[in-house]
Nanobody, 121 residues
């Protein structure tokens, strides 16, 4: 029932800001107790947790990325926004949004299909 759809610019130039939107359908981003999470996977590498925004609107970020990361929400549109500034080619990855469900043992029970971001000049 719940669906997550990532969208945004797939090609970003170095030093610019990556901006992605996760549109949620079938459920409210304010519903308890869900955490709307951004996760990425660089080519040939494992998953990396970026951060989340909670049902209450509180954001939390991976320490290595914290200074460059902003996760926000638009409750009227049921959307989650990721902004990652000062990007480099190391930020090239498949970016996912996912729902972490506290009531399901903190599992990521829903995922978007992922969207490819390439950082290149």
């Amino acid at each position: 029932q719940v669906q997550l759809q990532e969208s945004g610019s797939g090609l970003v130039k170095p030093s610019q800001t990556l901006s992605l939107i996760c549109t949620v359908s079938g459920g409210s981003i304010t519903a308890r107790y869900y955490y709307w999470t951004w996760i990425r996977q660089p080519p040939g590498k494992g998953l990396e947790w970026i951060g989340y925004i909670s049902y209450s609107g509180k954001s939390y970020y991976s320490p290595p990325l914290k200074s460059r990361t902003s996760i926000s929400r638009d409750t009227s549109k049921n959307q989650i926004t990721l902004q990652l500034s000062s990007v480099t080619p190391e930020d090239t990855a498949l970016y996912f949004c996912a729902r972490m469900n506290e009531d399901a043992g903190f599992a990521y029970d829903y995922w978007g299909q992922g969207t490819q971001v390439i950082v290149s000049s």
